[in-house]
């Protein structure tokens, strides 16, 4: 996937924002980063990758006004 970068950036920005103001524990954000390691090493991951893929290219379509 070529945005993995932004895409990254951004879930640890919306990660921080949770932590710091909707209460967050760093326990939580422990388990999360676990259950994402062992999602990625299922038969799940290139669904999941797709997905992600798929929600991006949407959202880049949408915030270009359509074109693509």
Same mark, same amino acid.
């Given at each position: 996937?070529?945005v993995s970068?932004?895409?990254?950036?951004?879930?640890?920005?919306? *990660?921080y924002?949770?932590?710091?103001?909707? %209460?967050?524990? *760093?326990w939580h954000a422990?388990?999360c980063?676990?259950?994402g390691?062992l999602?990625a090493s299922?038969?799940a991951a290139?669904?999941?990758?797709s997905?992600?893929s %798929?929600?991006?290219?949407? *959202?880049? *379509?949408?915030?270009?006004? %359509?074109? %693509?």
């Amino acid at each position: 996937m070529t945005v993995s970068i932004p895409l990254l950036t951004l879930m640890v920005i919306v *990660a921080y924002v949770a932590y710091r103001h909707m %209460g967050l524990r *760093a326990w939580h954000a422990v388990v999360c980063l676990i259950l994402g390691f062992l999602l990625a090493s299922t038969g799940a991951a290139p669904e999941i990758n797709s997905l992600i893929s %798929g929600i991006v290219h949407q *959202a880049q *379509a949408w915030l270009s006004g %359509g074109k %693509g």
